[in-house]
C-alpha cells in the first residue's frame, strides 16, 4: 500500500491566503492520484476559529478528494476522533487547532462532516485487496503530555500488518529548547513508520531504527534559510519498505544575506535594490533579505526607506527584510536566536507553555491538573474571563 504524508497547510495563513490553499490543494490531489491512504499529522488550518471563508477552503478540498474513487478504504475505527467515512484520508489536530479537551477543533469539523477520519486518539484500519494497515493517531496533545498519554494508553502495533503511529509533536533531538519535548526514542516501541508533522522543514530521521518521517509544512511560514527547499511530501510504499519525497509547486523563497559593516544608510537602500533586481522574476518569489553588521559610525540606526524598493518590484517579487542583525557603535540592536528555526509561530505557545509549568513548579503548585491542560483553557477560550473562570474551577473543583 502508498501512504502518502502530508502536513501543515495552515489553511487561512493571512500572509500567503492563496499559497496555502493552492499548494495544499496540489499536494492533495497529487497525493490522491499516486498514493493509496492519505495522512495528515496535523496543522490543516492556521486557526483554531477558522473563518467560515477557510473552512470552506478546507471543505472545497476534501469534498473534492472524497469524490474520487478509492481503492483503500478505511475498514475499522477504535477511539476518540471522528468516522464517518471509509475514504482513507487520516489527520488529527495540530498545535494550530488544538483546543481545550472535550470542546470541537476544526479538524473534528471535517471529520463530523465525514471529509476525512479524524483519528484524535484513536485506531484506524485501512485494507486494501487484503492487505492491512494499523495507524495509531496521537493528536491535539500539548507537548508536556505527551509522555502522559503514551505512558496511559500504551499504543501497541497490531500483529500481522503494517503499522503506523502518527502525531504531531515537538521533537527535543529537533527543537532542543524544551527538557519537556518528547524524545524519538521515547515514542512508543513497534511500529513501522513514525509520521510526524509540526515541524516546517523536512526531515527524514529513525526512530527505533525505522523510518521516522516529517514532511514538512506545504507552505512558507517562517522566511528562515531553512526554508528554502522545496514543499512537498513522503510515500511510503510497503511493498518496496521504502519512501520517495514528491515535489509540489510552491512559490520559490530565497534567503539574502546582506553585511553592511562600515556603510551607511543610503549605500545599504542601494545594496537592497541590487539584491531585490537580481533575484525577482515572473514567478514572485518571497525575497527575505537579512541585514546584519555595524552601520558606519557616527549612525544611530538604520533608517531607510524599503517601502519604495517593495512597491517598485511587487509584480516580481515579494520583498521581506530583516534588519535584527543591524549593529550601531556604541550597542547592538541584534537580537539574534534562531533556536527555533524549524518550527512555526506555535512553538511560541509551546514555550510559553513550559514557562508557565516553571512558575507553577516554583510555586508549589501540586494538583493533579496537568499544567497543560490549564494552560490549553487560558490560552483557547475567546473570552478571558470565561477562561479564567473555567480554570479556577477546574483548579478548586467547582
Ligand atoms: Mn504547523
Given at each position: 500500500m502508498r501512504i502518502a504524508m502530508l502536513s501543515d497547510f495552515h489553511l487561512g495563513y493571512e500572509r500567503f491566503r492563496e499559497d496555502a490553499y493552492r499548494q495544499a490543494k496540489e499536494a492533495l490531489e497529487t497525493a490522491a492520484a499516486s498514493a493509496d491512504v492519505l495522512l495528515i499529522p496535523g496543522d490543516i488550518f492556521d486557526n483554531r476559529h477558522p473563518t467560515p471563508d477557510v473552512l470552506a477552503e478546507a471543505i472545497n478540498l476534501f469534498r473534492d478528494l472524497s469524490r474520487r474513487t478509492w481503492k483503500a478504504h478505511v475498514v475499522s475505527f477504535a477511539g476518540e476522533g471522528r468516522s464517518y467515512t471509509s475514504i482513507p484520508i487520516i489527520a488529527i489536530p495540530g498545535t494550530h487547532e488544538r483546543r481545550a479537551e472535550g470542546v470541537e477543533d476544526p479538524v473534528d469539523l471535517l471529520g463530523l462532516a465525514g471529509l476525512l477520519v479524524d483519528a484524535t486518539n484513536a485506531s484506524v484500519v485501512v485494507e486494501k485487496d487484503g492487505e492491512k494497515i494499523a495507524v495509531r493517531g496521537l493528536g491535539g496533545i500539548a507537548d508536556d503530555r505527551f509522555r502522559e498519554i503514551v505512558a496511559r494508553e500504551n499504543p501497541k502495533p497490531v500483529e500481522g500488518m503494517f503499522n503506523v503511529l502518527f502525531f504531531h509533536q515537538s521533537v527535543y533531538e529537533l527543537l532542543p529548547f524544551d527538557k519537556n519535548f518528547i524524545r524519538t526514542d521515547e515514542l512508543p516501541k513497534g511500529f513501522d513508520l513514525y509520521v510526524n508533522g509540526h515541524i516546517h522543514g523536512k526531515v527524514e530521521a529513525k526512530a527505533h531504527g525505522k523510518p521516522f518521517l516529517i514532511s514538512g509544512s506545504t507552505v512558507l511560514t517562517q522566511l528562515k534559510a531553512g526554508e528554502q527547499e522545496p514543499k512537498g511530501f513522503f510515500i511510503y510504499d510497503t511493498a518496496v519498505g521504502g519512501y520517495t519525497f514528491n515535489r509540489i509547486r510552491s512559490r520559490r523563497f530565497v534567503f539574502l544575506k546582506l553585511k553592511i559593516d562600515g556603510r551607511e544608510p543610503g549605500q545599504i537602500e542601494g545594496e537592497i535594490e541590487r539584491l531585490v533586481r537580481e533575484n525577482c522574476s515572473d514567478d514572485k518569489p518571497i525575497l527575505r533579505i537579512e541585514i546584519s553588521g555595524k552601520?558606519?559610525?557616527?549612525?544611530?540606526?538604520?533608517?531607510?526607506?524599503?517601502?519604495?524598493?517593495?512597491?517598485?518590484?511587487?509584480?516580481?517579487?515579494?520583498?521581506?527584510?530583516?534588519?535584527?542583525?543591524?549593529?550601531?557603535?556604541?550597542?547592538?540592536?541584534?537580537?539574534?536566536?534562531?533556536?527555533?528555526?524549524?518550527?512555526?509561530?506555535?512553538?511560541?505557545?509551546?514555550?510559553?507553555l513550559g514557562v508557565f509549568a516553571e512558575r507553577l513548579r516554583e510555586n508549589g503548585y501540586s494538583l493533579d491538573r496537568n499544567p497543560g491542560e490549564l494552560f490549553d483553557i487560558l490560552s483557547s477560550e475567546g473570552s478571558k474571563e470565561k477562561a479564567v473562570k473555567h480554570a479556577m474551577g477546574l483548579l478548586l473543583g467547582q
Open positions: 552601520l558606519k559610525a557616527g549612525y544611530k540606526n538604520l533608517q531607510i526607506e524599503t517601502q519604495e524598493i517593495v512597491r517598485r518590484f511587487s509584480d516580481n517579487a515579494i520583498v521581506e527584510i530583516g534588519r535584527d542583525g543591524v549593529e550601531v557603535a556604541g550597542g547592538s540592536q541584534s537580537q539574534g536566536g534562531d533556536g527555533i528555526a524549524l518550527s512555526d509561530g506555535a512553538s511560541i505557545k509551546d514555550y510559553g
